[in-house]
């Protein structure tokens, strides 16, 4: 093994900074190189793009390189065409009025700037076009925006927040820098580095790179995942055509490790599935594109699973037609994950079921809750009370998804009502506090899903009732 390089004392700045990320920026830029870092979260690239600002000073701010720019430049996108450079784009953000367009002005006249899917559409429009003229020599985003950016920088740095840990933020910008360097749009010549804010020791750092690692897998290789990668494509715009699907999933790693033939015919399957099946996705014949419906863009903006779309739809349209008000056990019902594989106690659930109020039986006849099906299961012994079925979710029948389901509404209803998690563990006979904590954890997150999907599906009214119930878990949490 080979070190190619070690950086200096006077490189790195004495170790003001965390991960030398500054300082490759510098190295890069004195040789004329232009460079692109990816961080993790939406709120990395602004907080890189100051340390970045700090410490890098771009050789040709202000000299031959952007009266270059200057006079080759042609705005496109916003407004006549005419000569762009730093300034003129910053003015144009100062004019905004906004905070982030007042910091992202004094960048811009740097030669950097920071760009996610947060920032207004018009700020994001103005980084754009200063990145297509060329007036940008640092571009700080976020991995996700991989392909939202169309700019060949020389170099790309995947910011890593750790290194070495198996992380899903790990993996997976380890697999974006794979897809760029495969990519048409990766030019010969580029070249992709994997940084970390956390230190690690040359020994240490050696003995990962020469360990024996476990056989790489692609995620894609799952049904579900290929359908949910090619829902959030479409969705930003990514894949449109065909052509756009074939290079994109020519640039999986399921396609360099299954061969172009695989990957192709699990896109293929994946998007069948999307349009005729789910509704999810639609093909115009007249414009040759994929866009996504309504049910689709509702369900990429509640960060649905595409397979849990279309059982949420009728969950909850099914819901507005009988939502029982009286107690708030129905909507504590469906702030429950639909994936939710927790056994239940079966004594506990079938002595409840035996003395139910009114209102709790209305709501277990309006979810589809058989009471015999709760009897039998209690006769055979019902199981491991309180442990995930091994077989996974999708392996239950409809009825013992709804038992699981309303026997942890039981819980939230309480939780909700302000009682502790022990007390409520104690009172429906749960062995396990962590999984009474567990399901008010991934509740919250349901609930979320579920109210954005309503809102978007236009169900004002179930939005409403799902975020009240939600505010009253995460209110509550205090006293667990």
């Not at 409840?352 to 099906?373: K, P």
Request: charged share 20%; hydrophobic share 40%; with cysteine.
């Amino acid at each position: 093994m080979t070190r190619l390089r070690k950086l200096s004392c006077e490189e790195t700045l004495a170790g003001m900074t965390k991960d030398n990320v500054p300082e490759f920026c510098q190295s890069y830029l004195d040789r004329g190189k232009t460079v692109i870092v990816y961080c993790d979260t939406r709120e990395s690239p602004e907080a890189c793009a100051h340390e970045i600002a700090r410490f890098v000073r771009d050789p040709w701010a202000g000299s031959l390189g952007e009266a270059c720019a200057e006079l080759e430049g042609t705005h496109q996108g916003h407004g006549s065409p005419g000569r762009e450079s730093r300034q003129s784009v910053a003015a144009k953000l100062r004019e905004l009025g906004r905070r982030s367009s007042q910091v992202l002005a004094a960048l811009v006249v740097q030669g950097f700037a920071y760009y996610h899917a947060g920032l207004p559409a018009q700020e994001r429009g103005l980084v754009e076009a200063a990145v297509t003229h060329g007036l940008i020599s640092v571009l700080i985003t976020t991995a996700a925006s991989i392909h939202s950016i169309s700019w060949a920088a020389d170099v790309s740095i995947f910011r890593l927040a750790s290194v070495g840990k198996g992380s899903s933020q790990e993996r997976s910008s380890c697999a974006k820098a794979h897809r760029l360097l495969h990519s048409v749009r990766g030019a010969q010549g580029r070249e992709c580095i994997l940084t970390s804010a956390s230190s690690v020791a040359d020994s240490d750092l050696m003995g990962l790179l020469a360990a024996d690692n476990a056989e790489v897998s692609s995620c894609l290789a799952s049904e579900g995942n290929m359908r949910q990668a090619l829902l959030v494509s479409i969705g930003r715009q990514f894949t449109c055509t065909a052509l756009d699907v074939k290079t994109y999933v020519g640039c999986t790693l399921m396609s360099v490790l299954h061969g172009p033939v695989a990957a192709a015919a699990a896109a293929q399957a994946a998007l069948c599935w999307l349009v005729k099946d789910a509704k999810l996705a639609s093909w115009s014949e007249k414009t040759a594109r994929y866009t996504l419906t309504r049910l689709g863009s509702t369900a990429l903006e509640a960060n649905l699973h595409p397979c849990q779309a279309g059982l949420l739809q009728r969950e909850l349209g099914a819901a507005r037609e009988s939502l029982i008000l009286t107690s708030q056990l129905h909507i504590a019902y469906l702030c429950v994950p639909l994936d939710w594989s927790i056994q239940p106690n079966w004594q506990a659930l079938h002595q409840f079921m035996i003395s139910a109020r009114d209102s709790e039986a209305r709501t277990a006849g309006a979810v589809g809750l058989s009471q015999r099906y709760i009897t039998d299961r209690l006769m055979v012994g019902g199981g491991s009370q309180g442990m995930p079925v091994q077989e996974g979710w999708s392996s239950l029948q409809p009825r013992a998804r709804t038992s699981y389901r309303y026997f942890a509404a039981l819980q939230l209803r309480d939780m909700a009502a302000g009682e502790e998690d022990e007390v409520v563990g104690q009172r429906y006979g749960v062995k396990s506090l962590a999984t009474v904590r567990r399901l008010r954890k991934e509740a919250i997150g349901h609930a979320t899903s579920a109210s954005s999907f309503a809102q978007g599906m236009g169900w004002i009214d179930l939005a409403v009732l799902l975020k009240q119930f939600k505010t009253q878990l995460v209110t509550h949490s205090g006293t667990v």
